[in-house]
């Protein structure tokens, strides 16, 4: 019972950012928690059984999975989300029953922790108070995906790249995260794009100066021409 305890404890500092638990009484998180186990998943392993995802309930400790989707005529790929810590997955699955064609992929070795679906929603039937805390959850997925959706419309190719990288600049250290060492197929596969066209956009903002490409590497060396690139194309739609 104490070391069952002292896990619980660890889910609990490890989780702490998460949205769906953060608003939870002591009480209920240990309870919520104790539905789950860990598992441990390689990098460059895929969930692509349908089955799997439909019955178990995953939230991320570490690393990043990507969620996305396969034209099967053409192999195209696009990702919808790329899900690190904190994250939850999935959603749908969880409010609506039914199976979703997508797809996930370990960019690094993560660990996740996953409960049965069937007893994650037994757990919300006997305490309906904490639906509140999944509807932001979903609520903010579904943004996300209207504002990908209008940008792949609406922007360009540079643009879209822009954005990415702005994004996930670390607002304190002013470092690049989550994407800095992905590769430009990945990086495509975000904007909506191809790598080729990636390549030769990331080429420019290098002798811009705006960036530093590595073999595995892309750093920010210029932040604010960065910030005001993105400005200028907005102001010349």
Not at 35 to 48: D, G, N, Q, V, Y
Not at 64 to 83: A, C, P, Q
Not at 145 to 154: G, P, R, W
Request: hydrophobic content about 35%; glycine content about 2%.
């Amino acid at each position: 019972m104490e070391r069952k305890q002292t896990q619980l404890e660890k889910y609990q500092l490890q989780l702490k950012d998460c949205e769906l638990i953060q608003k939870m009484d002591l009480k209920s998180l240990e309870s919520f928690l104790s539905l789950f186990h860990e598992e441990r998943w390689p990098k460059s392993s895929c969930i692509i059984n349908q089955e799997n995802l439909s019955y178990h309930f995953y939230i991320i400790l570490s690393g990043r999975i990507k969620m996305y989707k396969v034209d099967s005529n053409i192999g195209k790929e696009l990702t919808l989300f790329l899900l690190t810590k904190n994250n939850i997955f999935d959603l749908n699955s969880l409010l609506d029953g039914s199976r979703h064609d997508v797809y996930y992929e370990c960019i690094d070795n993560a660990k996740v922790l996953a409960a049965p679906m069937e007893d994650v929603k037994k757990w919300l039937k006997d305490n309906p108070e904490h639906y509140q805390n999944i509807l932001p959850c979903a609520g903010k997925q579904l943004l996300q995906l209207e504002n990908f959706i209008s940008n792949i419309i609406f922007n360009d190719v540079s643009t879209r790249l822009l954005q990415l990288i702005l994004k996930n600049v670390n607002p304190k250290s002013q470092d690049l995260e989550l994407i800095n060492d992905l590769p430009n197929k990945e990086i495509a596969n975000l904007i909506g794009s191809t790598r080729a066209m990636v390549n030769r956009h990331l080429q420019k903002l290098k002798q811009l100066g705006t960036i530093k490409l590595s073999r595995k590497r892309m750093e920010i060396k210029n932040l604010k021409m960065l910030i005001r690139l993105l400005e200028e194309k907005k102001n010349h739609k």
